[in-house]
T-cell receptor, first 110, second 116 residues
Framework: EDQVTQSPEALRLQEGESSSLNCSYTVSGLRGLFWYRQDPGKGPEFLFTLYSAGEEKEKERLKATLTKKESFLHITAPKPEDSATYLCAVQVYNNNDMRFGAGTRLTVKP | NAGVTQTPKFRILKIGQSMTLQCTQDMNHNYMYWYRQDPGMGLKLIYYSVGAGITDKGEVPNGYNVSRSTTEDFPLRLELAAPSQTSVYFC???????????????FGEGSRLTVL
């Protein structure tokens, strides 16, 4: 069965303290891996799509990377406004179901 | 553009009652989805649709029904509500999988349902 596991469940950082969030996956034929950001009381908001191992995408202080078994979301010099839950999702070929991980709740203290 | 609009935002139901969660999108997306989100569990797909008149089950369809009579609307029907259906429900839409942007789901703000 296709599985997506995110770690850690929660992460507290000081402003400016860089770190990484992990998304490990076990799927049969990865078509794409996605990162979303979700603020409290809101729907998830799309960040990145990664299609193949070795691919990297960047947006402001965020950089997503992909290997054959996992993806990392690197946060460089985070600010309090980066506080949110970050969700990872995968989609496999011949399946319209985008499988989501449980998320990492990031808190950045000023 | 409004994007994806869900109503109601909050609702309390008694066990055995029925209701419909409404979802409409104005982006002319072919694909629409209903997810539920429970604490610590991630989003689970209930039903999805690849176009008007076409729907299919996701991972957790039991206790729910959907219809897609237009491109814009994708209502979710709860029949005989049970406490296990207490959750936050998200509607989403996307381009078809023939488009390069197919993986970008646009979500509504959610509908919080409590069944007592």
């Amino acid at each position: 069965e296709d599985q997506v596991t995110q770690s850690p469940e929660a992460l507290r950082l000081q402003e400016g303290e860089s770190s990484s969030l992990n998304c490990s996956y076990t799927v049969s034929g990865l078509r794409g891996l996605f990162w979303y950001r979700q603020d409290p009381g809101k729907g998830p908001e799309f960040l990145f799509t990664l299609y193949s191992a070795g691919e990297e995408k960047e947006k402001e202080r965020l950089k997503a990377t992909l290997t054959k078994k996992e993806s990392f979301l690197h946060i460089t010099a985070p600010k309090p406004e980066d506080s949110a839950t970050y969700l990872c999702a995968v989609q496999v070929y011949n399946n319209n179901d985008m499988r989501f991980g449980a998320g990492t709740r990031l808190t950045v203290k000023p | 553009n409004a994007g994806v609009t869900q109503t109601p935002k909050f609702r309390i139901l008694k066990i055995g009652q029925s209701m419909t969660l409404q979802c409409t999108q104005d982006m002319n997306h072919n694909y629409m989805y209903w997810y539920r989100q429970d604490p610590g569990m991630g989003l689970k797909l209930i039903y999805y649709s690849v176009g008007a008149g076409i729907t299919d089950k996701g991972e957790v369809p039991n206790g729910y029904n959907v219809s897609r009579s237009t491109t814009e609307d994708f209502p979710l029907r709860l029949e005989l509500a049970a406490p296990s259906q207490t959750s936050v429900y998200f509607c989403a839409s996307s381009y078809s999988q023939q488009r390069v942007e197919w993986g970008e789901l646009f979500f509504g703000e959610g509908s919080r349902l409590t069944v007592l």
